[in-house]
């Protein structure tokens, strides 16, 4: 009788371990993956870089596959497929601009530069933060926007 009991219950827990394993499975399959741009594309995003509170003003104009037009919009226009993908990404609009930008520091071509445990003007601990449609997003300089997004990087509190 033991014995039976055992079984059985050995049975629904792998049998549960299994049905869970297909849900995760399910589950990572059908959330939604960010499309990356493909040559020809060209799409644009809008950015904004806020430090101790205040908005650096848009960075000028740039070239490259992925640039700006000094208009606070990043356009992403891969032409070969190695600036295609995962190649459009923050990392290289920032570079294009000479401003380094990563997930704990970013320096501008100015001499300015911020990175986690730096003080604001008013003595507040700052960190960077990148913010992707309002939410936080931790891929910083390989995110890779997306048509339409609103991409906020910050340094503060």
């Known amino acids: 009788m033991v014995a039976t009991v055992k079984i059985r219950l050995d049975n629904w827990m792998l049998t549960g371990a299994v049905v869970a394993g297909i849900a995760v499975a399910i589950g990572a399959l059908a959330m939604p993956r960010q499309k990356l741009p493909h040559v020809g594309d060209h799409w644009?995003?809008?950015?904004?870089?806020?430090?101790?509170?205040?908005?650096?003003?848009?960075?000028?104009?740039?070239?490259?596959?992925?640039?700006?037009?000094?208009?606070g919009l990043i356009h992403v226009e891969p032409k070969t497929s190695a600036e295609a993908g995962g190649h459009a990404n923050l990392g290289r609009f920032f570079a294009s601009a000479g401003v380094a930008f990563a997930r704990d520091r970013i320096a501008f071509p100015t001499g300015q530069g911020y990175r986690d445990g730096d003080r604001c003007p008013d003595g507040a601990t700052g960190r960077i933060r990148l913010l992707v449609n309002g939410r936080p997003h931790r891929a910083f300089e390989r995110y890779v926007p997306a048509d339409g997004d609103t991409i906020v990087v910050q340094f503060g509190p």
């Open 44 to 71: 644009h995003a809008r950015y904004l870089v806020v430090i101790c509170g205040k908005p650096v003003p848009d960075l000028p104009s740039t070239g490259g596959p992925i640039h700006t037009q000094g208009d």
